[in-house]
């Protein structure tokens, strides 16, 4: 066994996904002495370690094989097993997205090891890594160890951490190892899916329009911010009156629950109705000429004044 | 109650809370709004099994008693009064075919009361739900009977497919009959449009000569009267249970609001004016609970019901009013509004102070009552 | 079709509490219900089970408090249930409760497809299928949004990654973890609750399954909760921006991008 931290690099299609790279600068930043080594699966023709290169892993390990390509995730799981089992890392994190949570728990069962998913935190204690995770809900946290046994392995949520790229000598490894194809199991097809969701509740950005925004100007507006934000136009009961919205664009007890990564609020004052449906709201932003306006106690951001000016500048002003 | 029992009307109360929030809350003031269900939601209703909840299985029901009926009917109106109002009037005409129907008409009728709704009918509009001035009339012909009449307000009727209907013999005797919509000359009148419980359908129907066998007469010839209290009493404590709803749901508007609203830089809940209309909301519908699960309780137990039974429905509605006109003080401006469900709430509630009695004769009922111990 | 789906009995998450003096969970007196997701899975059985015939078992690990979940299960349509349920089952983690899940899923015998939600809403784990399929050597369809029959032994999935949907084609037998999106999970009707009480909720413990010891409750579990505790819970600590709207929006975008 050695004290090394390996992190997942998942590629999806030709692009990184972006959260093995946070790992990597997460990994350097809690790793002390230990080496910090990115695993990458891929094809013989892709090159992703000259991208991971720059964010300054110690070491690469890379497995070649052109059946990665629409590989399952037993398969995946396989030919990791095959590498760990050999090289015996201290720690393996995985990104907790789709993929990272289908395959590490199958190489969990492989190795007999503990795996803590949907880490939000990670950091060493001696030789322990605490792996810090929600349970029912955000309420509470749970910290995880895994004394006796190595690897230790953990998912970690997306965009958590910041990945920084960082320059060292990295040490290149092309791991040979044979690829086991799954009988039982075929990949017919991946259709790339553009991530505009058509539905409000879904929407990662949503711009909010209550009845102190209710003009034409303003609404036009707040569909071109939409459109730059890449996310949606929802608006307070009132506005549903209007044609150009309806009990689709609702946002509030009698509408829809939304749980965008932000939020922008013009002209709502925030009545009880609304707020409800808005309580799972990351960052909120709020413009309203009503200093008293209750809708400032569910903001992050409060912006006592006009909802035109403001649209405007936010429209000139984002790129 | 064994453990199976308990568990099974919780299970039972969960679901009723899961349809509610799911299928009713969200459409609540839409159906205040439309003065009807959406196309679709009753048959949602009728899906689910919710109209055999307390029909026996024997029958394809599901065959729970009064108290986990009243229980399912107090946690729907909490979403909305008026399908809780739809299965209470289907519940109680159930009460009474079990009570007094023979069994060639139980086994006839009974089975299709999972599907189809079934109303009870006293008043005409000779005058309230007094019985001793109607005018439909039933004549008696070789082993059949012979209906003819007017029924109004008539708690679902029009969405209800079989009505048990309050006539007069020849000889003046009171007596209960069993109608549907099928027969020759049977006919639906007009559709009243009330101020609260908007979505649930209250109607007339018009019986011209309708034939009916000898089995379709409840109980016996002169004890309709006995028979239309009974249903009235049965009514009485779902109303109850109804009410307790409607009260939780204004104490919830109101709580909410008051936390969430702030006067200066106090929040509402903290200021005594509010906590003083809360602590009234609050107590009212407590009481109102005791009251329809007592009933229930009484009803199940084969004991008398009737006095709590009126104490639940003439309390409660009085109280479910009272408590609306406070939740709406606490939101002021936004109570008054519209886009506030409380101004409906106190039109659904007020619509109990009059269905199956008025709280003057529930009130009369009672004194009576006590004044006879 | 003889469908396997695994459950979880979750606390009401409402109503889950920390002890302050024991950092513990305070479990007592918190009603346990189904976990959401698995609902979901239940539904695309008996659907399947419309479909193509068969049975729907379920089957949960825990103790004999979560026989309230399996009935609600079967109230919603289920077959049968078996609850695995032992003293020395307790304490396990996803890996130990994964071993004899899949011990148990061995002695049920025949089983042509295993159903999870596709996480638990407390532990939010989401590995205990894939522990499954890997413990049975299946092959697996994880957060599927929709699964079709295509013969007795086949089924077309599709699951949606990070930023594509992948159609995998499987061989049964096989586990699919099943996202909400796949259907509307039904009411357990009035009728149903009633009958639920009529099926038979069979109970094993490790003596009913061939178990190694060593490799089922805590001693199995290679992971250990260190601390649980409640984070301090930031309420929205308001910024106002400034007056000027164009400064405003240059506070608001730079200290969204930090």
């Not at chain 1, 066994?1 to 390996?6: K, V």
């Not at chain 1, 969701?197 to 939409?226: F, H, P, Y």
């Not at chain 2, 919830?252 to 004016?273: C, F, G, M, N, W």
């Not at chain 3, 249930?81 to 071993?99: E, H, M, P, Q, V």
């Amino acid at each position: 066994m050695n004290n090394e931290i390996w992190v997942f690099v998942q590629v999806n299609g030709q692009i990184i996904e972006p959260t093995s790279l946070q790992l990597i600068t997460k990994a350097r930043e809690i790793a002390g002495e230990r080496p910090v080594v990115a695993l990458i699966t891929e094809t013989k023709t892709m090159n992703v370690e000259t991208t991971v290169k720059e964010y300054g892993p110690d070491k690469i390990v890379t497995l070649k094989d052109a059946q990665f390509h629409n590989a399952s995730d037993g398969e995946i799981a396989d030919a990791l097993d095959q590498v760990v089992s050999d090289l015996k890392p201290n720690s393996l994190l995985f990104p907790a997205t789709v993929l990272g949570r289908s395959v590490a728990p199958r190489l969990q069962a492989k190795l007999k090891t503990g795996l803590t998913a949907d880490c939000l935190d990670i950091y060493f204690d001696g030789d322990d890594l605490v792996q810090v995770k929600p349970t029912y809900g955000d309420d509470i946290m749970c910290e995880i160890i895994c004394p006796d046994v190595r690897p230790q392995m953990a998912t970690i949520r997306p965009n958590i951490f910041k990945a920084v790229k960082h320059s060292t000598d990295t040490e290149i490894i092309n791991y040979s190892f044979a690829f086991h194809p799954e009988a039982n199991i075929e990949v017919l097809s991946e259709i790339p899916v553009i991530n505009s969701s058509a539905n409000i509740s879904e929407a990662k950005t949503v711009i909010a329009l209550g009845r102190g925004a209710n003009n034409e100007k303003v609404i036009e507006k707040a569909e071109k911010l939409a459109g730059k934000l890449g996310g949606m136009v929802g608006v307070s009961r009132p506005l549903t009156d209007n044609d150009e919205f309806s009990h689709e664009n609702q946002i509030g007890q009698s509408g829809n629950t939304i749980a965008p990564d932000l939020l922008i609020n013009f002209g709502i004052s925030g009545a009880v109705q609304y707020a409800v449906g808005i309580e799972n709201a990351k960052k909120v932003v709020s413009i309203n000429t009503d200093a008293h306006a209750p809708i400032f106690g569910k903001s992050d951001y409060a912006f006592v004044g006009d909802a035109d000016a403001f649209m405007s500048a936010l429209l000139e002003q984002v790129r | 109650m064994t453990n199976d029992k308990v568990s099974a009307q919780n299970m039972l109360h969960r679901m009723i809370v899961d349809f509610t929030a799911n299928e009713l809350a969200p459409i609540d003031m839409k159906i205040d709004q439309l003065g009807d269900y959406p196309e679709g939601l009753f048959q949602k209703v009728v899906d689910n099994g919710l109209l055999g909840i307390t029909l026996p299985r024997e029958y394809g029901g599901a065959g729970f008693d009064y108290i986990a009926a009243a229980q399912a009917i107090n946690a729907m109106a909490f979403g909305n009064a008026s399908m809780a109002v739809t299965l209470e009037g289907h519940f109680k005409t159930i009460s009474q075919f079990l009570k007094y129907g023979q069994p060639e008409l139980l086994a006839k009728y009974l089975p299709s009361a999972t599907k189809r709704i079934f109303a009870f009918s006293q008043t005409e509009s000779s005058g309230g739900s007094n019985p001793t001035g109607i005018s439909t009339r039933a004549v008696k012909q070789g082993d059949d009977w012979i209906i003819t009449g007017d029924k109004i307000m008539i708690t679902n009727g029009g969405l209800a497919q079989v009505y048990c209907v309050l006539a007069k013999t020849e000889d003046d005797q009171m007596a209960v009959f069993v109608v549907d919509q099928d027969m020759p000359g049977f006919q639906f009148g007009k559709r009243e449009d009330f101020i609260g419980l908007r979505g649930t359908p209250v109607g007339e129907i018009v019986m011209d000569h309708i034939k009916v066998p000898d089995y379709h007469l409840l109980g016996e010839i002169g004890q309709g009267h006995e028979i239309g209290n009974n249903a009235h009493d049965d009514a009485r404590i779902l109303m109850g249970a109804v009410l307790a709803g409607i009260m939780k749901h204004e104490l919830k508007i109101a709580v909410d609001y008051s936390k969430q609203r702030k006067a200066l830089d106090t929040p509402l809940y903290e200021l005594q004016t509010i906590q003083e209309k809360i602590a009234d909301i609050a107590i009212a519908k407590q009481n109102t609970e005791l009251l329809y699960q007592h009933g229930a309780e009484l009803k199940t137990a084969g004991e008398p019901y009737s006095e709590i039974a009126a104490m639940a429905k003439s309390y409660g509605s009085r109280s479910a009013v009272s408590a609306g006109d406070k939740a709406l003080q606490v939101l002021a401006g936004y109570g008054y509004s519209r886009e506030y469900p409380i101004e409906h709430l106190i039109r659904d509630a007020r619509a109990m102070e009059i269905a199956e009695g008025t709280v003057e004769k529930m009130n009369t009922e009672i004194a009576t009552k006590e004044v006879a111990k | 079709m003889k469908i396997v789906v695994c459950i979880k009995q979750v606390p009401n998450t409402d109503t889950v509490k920390i002890d302050p003096k024991t950092n513990n969970l305070v479990r007592s007196n918190v009603e346990g219900i189904i976990n959401l997701f698995d609902r979901n899975a239940i539904e695309a059985a008996l659907q399947l089970r419309q479909q193509a015939g068969g049975e729907v078992i379920l089957l949960s690990m825990g103790p004999n408090s979560y026989i309230s979940s399996l009935r609600d299960g079967l109230a919603m349509g289920a077959d049968s249930a078996i609850l695995l349920s032992s003293r020395k089952f307790g304490g396990a983690d996803t890996l130990a409760t994964a071993y004899v899940l899949s011990e148990a899923i061995k002695k049920i015998g025949n089983v042509d497809l295993i159903l999870f939600g596709r996480q638990s809403v407390d532990a939010d784990t989401g590995q205990v299928g894939p522990i499954v399929a890997e413990e049975l050597q299946v092959p697996q369809v994880t957060f599927a949004e929709s699964i079709e029959l295509q013969d007795k032994n086949q089924l077309i999935g599709h699951r949606l990654l990070d930023n594509l949907v992948q159609e995998v084609k499987v061989h049964l037998p096989a586990v699919v973890t099943v996202r909400d999106e796949m259907n509307q999970p039904r009411y357990e009707t009035p009728l149903n609750i009633q009958k639920s009480f009529e099926k038979e909720i069979i109970i094993w413990s490790e003596n009913e399954l061939a178990v190694d010891p060593a490799q089922i409750g805590q001693t199995g579990s290679p992971t250990v909760v260190k601390r649980i505790y409640s984070p301090e819970k930031a309420g929205r600590q308001t910024t106002t921006l400034p007056t000027d709207p164009h400064a405003a929006v240059t506070q608001l975008l730079e200290e969204l991008n930090n």
